[in-house]
């Protein structure tokens, strides 16, 4: 624990795809307390270009927060971290400008751009290389769809999270969990993969030096350092990937347990010590995430909540609306559907037309047509809960025969924790222990890796450890974790 002297504050900043979050951390007799200081919503923009982020307004929004977290923190604020969603990426001019909207990964353009790259480099090459999963959205594909519209493989590029980073303190790094997730860095090393660059046309010198989870790259820039609590503020990476933050902040031990990091996507895996790149491994598709402290996030993507939040988009342009609270309650008292979707289906990655999409599916599976109508609509959003936990039993179940673990617990962190329906139908389907964590879970490994790093001082651009982190975890996390042993479903 800080000493009086050096409890200052810190500032998690958390990007999603949906919302952004600034949260302060401040210590009160002599334990910390989280304040989420300024939240902020956050969509793609369709474009001439094609969909893309609004990186200006996200920065707004940052440094909004930034300000208001310096307003209350007279104590002075220690250090900052930006976690994110992984892939998407801000190409830059010779000045370190944007030199467009960044593409966001749900774009269409990386269809053809991934068919062009497999001919090139084959999925099963790529996979031994890499240990990634073969996903069209990954940073290899965007990077790919870039060169063939004409984009210049030397321009720099930076993933989004560490971006905000680069603007906030000038240090263009990529940080070693989110890296990995771009589908461009050699298996088991802090090393960008040389053969997929040179094979694919790109230019390995535009991609960032990877640095490893809690390092300190320095002071705030100068620009943001005029308020007296940011005087001696470092600016700190976590893990960048917010899954890598979230599976951090897990208070749990041994090796039996696994985790669902659930809300727009859920990402359904378990910590492995070494990659795992078996012909299973493989053919099942799995991800070998990098993770904190050298660790690997052995997992897969399934698609998550936004499924969902696409129906509920279209049933209110027809006059159809509930709260999320209601949904639930009314599908609870539904009956299992008839059959379940492919929730995974590459048509249901895409934005638009979600409920046609679904409903396609279903009448190939022969169930009665879905019309549009309030009560098919809760058929429909029932059908969804019951295939997500479907999907993750599936995947659980994959995970013990790939690599023989005898799991018992299953921590499902982030906004899908508050899914009561949905975590119910996965303790019965799985029949493991569910437990619920922290809802904010990316912002509680954020914070505790930068405290973990702190702590290490003198050594800033080496990993922090998992016992540090796990350390600080807990100790952010015991208010919650007191709550989550109350919350587990039965």
């Known amino acids: 624990m800080p000493s009086a002297a050096n409890q200052k504050a810190l500032v998690a900043i958390d990007l999603g795809a949906q919302s952004c979050r600034v949260s302060l951390l401040r210590w009160h007799r002599n334990q910390p307390e989280i304040e989420l200081v300024h939240r902020f919503s956050n969509a793609p923009v369709s474009t001439p270009q094609g969909l893309c982020w609004d990186i200006d307004a996200i920065f707004d929004g940052v440094i909004t927060g930034l300000h208001a977290c310096a307003a209350r923190a007279p104590e002075g604020i220690a250090s900052v971290a930006v976690d994110g969603w992984a892939v998407d990426y801000v190409r830059l001019n010779s000045i370190g400008d944007p030199v467009s909207l960044p593409f966001c990964y749900r774009d269409p353009r990386t269809e053809k751009a991934e068919i062009d790259v497999h001919a090139v480099c084959p999925p099963s090459r790529l996979y031994s290389l890499t240990g990634i999963q073969i996903l069209r959205l990954n940073t290899l594909y965007q990077l790919y769809a870039d060169k063939v519209a004409g984009f210049d493989p030397r321009l720099l590029w930076v993933n989004l999270p560490e971006f905000i980073t680069y603007r906030l303190c000038g240090k263009r790094v990529s940080e070693y969990t989110n890296a990995t997730h771009t589908g461009l860095v050699r298996l088991g090393t802090l090393s960008w993969c040389e053969e997929i660059f040179r094979e694919l046309g790109l230019d390995v010198k535009a991609a960032p030096e990877i640095v490893p989870s809690g390092s300190v790259l320095g002071r705030l820039s100068v620009e943001y350092s005029s308020l007296p609590a940011f005087r001696e503020t470092q600016v700190v990476v976590p893990a960048c990937h917010d ?71 279209e049933w209110e342009k027809r006059g159809i609306r509930w709260s999320f609270n209601e949904m639930l309650s009314r599908c609870a008292a539904l009956p299992e559907p008839a059959a379940l979707i492919d929730v995974d289906d590459p048509q249901l990655m895409l934005p638009g037309r979600t409920t046609d999409k679904i409903k396609a599916q279903l009448k190939g599976l022969g169930p009665p047509k879905f019309t549009t109508d309030a009560a098919s609509a809760l058929s429909l959003a029932n059908t969804i809960f019951h295939s997500l936990a479907d999907r993750y039993a599936e995947v659980l179940g994959s995970i013990c025969k790939i690599n023989g673990k005898k799991l018992k617990r299953l921590f499902i962190v982030g906004g899908g924790s508050q899914n009561t329906l949905l975590n119910r139908l996965t303790a019965r389907r799985t029949g493991l222990e569910v437990i619920l964590g922290s809802i904010e879970a990316s912002t509680i490994g954020n914070f505790a890796i930068q405290m973990a790093a702190l702590e290490r001082g003198s050594r800033p651009s080496t990993s922090v450890t998992v016992n540090s982190v796990a350390k600080w975890a807990r100790q952010l996390s015991m208010p919650e974790l007191a709550l989550a042993m109350n919350r587990k479903i039965d």
């Open 243 to 313: 899954t890598a933050s979230a599976i951090a902040a897990i208070p749990a031990a041994g090796d039996d347990w696994a985790f669902i990091s659930s809300g727009t996507w859920s990402l359904v895996g378990t910590v492995l010590d070494a990659p795992c790149v078996t012909d299973d491994a493989r053919s099942l598709n799995f991800t070998n995430l990098g993770g904190v402290d050298g660790r690997i996030y052995f997992l897969k993507n399934v698609n998550g909540m936004w499924l969902l939040q696409q129906c509920m988009e």
